[in-house]
Every structure is written in C-alpha cells, then in structure tokens.
C-alpha cells in the first residue's frame, strides 16, 4: 500500500467496518429481490451489491427485470429491514475499542442513504462519534467505485487525500479509496473473503481492535 505521511484522517464505511449489518441486509436483499421476481444466493447479493448504492441496486433490478421500477417501491419493504436491524443489529464488534483509542479526524462515508446511516449508527449509540461528519452516496454524482465520495469527504473536512485512511469491507468500496489516492485497510471479519480485498490493494485485517496498531506502523 505505501507510507504518503501523516494520517490526518480515517475514513469509516458504515455498514459492515461500523455496525454489523451487512449479513441481516443480504438476507433482507434476497427476501425483496425474490418478490419482485429475481432469485438470487447471499453469495450473488454479496459480489454484486455490497458496498454499492442504493441507486446501483435499483438500476440493476430494473436491467433484470426489464422495466422500470416506481418512484416508491421500496416502501413496502422498508419494514423489512427495521424490523430486522431492531432485532438484532449491534455494533462491529471491538470498533469502540478502537474509536477510543484513534485520536485522530475520524469520519464516515457510506453508500447508505443520509437517514440510514444515522438510523443505524443511533441504533448501535455510534452516532454521537461521528454526527456532523457524516457523508453518503447521496451528495456525490458518482457512488462507490467511483472515488467521488471518498474526495468529497476529504474536500469538505480540508485534509488531502493522501493524508487520508479508508476502513472498508467491500472491493468497491476498496477499490473507491485507491482511485482517491488514499490509503486503505480491508476489514475481513465480515462476510467479504479476504482475498477479495486484498487483490484490490487493501491491507487485511480481520479484528477492529488491531486497527489502531495498525495504522501506527
């Protein structure tokens, strides 16, 4: 990956590097993708739409199914996924850990929609951490692997991207931090295969708590 200097920022993804989501999301995905007539595995939802937007996600099911989708169509499932994450959502486990021991900017830039993200960081008590440098695919034309959210974090909070870490558990996402030009470390203790993140030009790792040693090397 290479040393560009001091870090003056570290870059949080939310769901799945943050609160542990992603494997009560996939199973959410599978349930809606199926009513709507597109059958498909947790492991074809984790390669084709985890760390994507959920603009992604809607193109591609309107590429699937041939026609457009209406303006409200996720609102029949939106109980769907509340209901799942008021069971059973926490937070990824040993983040606290280390939030508490990084003493530096810290921020989060995710695909989720503004009103996820503060939903799931209230509901895992992340959000006071982070509330008002918080940044989603929503204000940038181009979501993740474009590198415009990533840029657009940085830009607005004033550090250089090469003075900026990313802490990811998606290829896009990974893949997003490196066409910034920014460091990044790929979080395997979640469902993405290591080797996914590691053929993106990640540093692996697989427990939050070692993420302060290792940005201190």
């Known amino acids: 990956m290479g040393t560009t200097g001091p870090i003056d920022l570290v870059i949080f993804d939310c769901d799945g590097v943050l609160v542990d989501s992603e494997r009560l999301s996939i199973e959410v995905d599978r349930r809606v993708l199926a009513d709507l007539g597109w059958e498909l595995s947790h492991e074809q939802i984790l390669h084709r739409f985890v760390?994507?937007?959920?603009?992604?996600f809607r193109a591609e099911v309107e590429a699937h199914l041939g026609r457009a989708l209406p303006d409200a169509w996720e609102t029949p499932y939106q109980p769907w996924y509340l209901a799942a994450f008021a069971d059973e959502l926490t937070a990824v486990d040993g983040v606290e850990t280390a939030l508490d021991e990084i003493k530096t900017a810290t921020c989060v830039a995710s695909s989720g929609t503004h009103a996820k993200i503060r939903r799931t960081l209230g509901m895992t008590r992340l959000l006071p951490r982070f509330d008002?440098?918080?940044?989603s695919a929503d204000d940038v034309a181009h979501g993740k692997p474009a590198p415009d959210l990533f840029l657009h974090a940085a830009e607005r909070l004033g550090v250089h991207p090469g003075r900026c870490v990313v802490v990811?558990?998606?290829?896009?996402?990974?893949?997003?931090?490196?066409?910034?030009g920014m460091r990044v470390f790929g979080y395997a203790g979640g469902l993405t295969p290591s080797d996914w993140l590691e053929r993106e030009g990640a540093v692996v790792f697989t427990d939050m708590r070692d993420l302060p040693r290792l940005m201190a090397r």
């Open 132 to 135: 008002g440098r918080i940044f």
């Open 51 to 56: 760390g994507r937007s959920a603009a992604h």
């Open 168 to 180: 990811e558990d998606s290829r896009f996402g990974v893949r997003a931090a490196r066409a910034a």
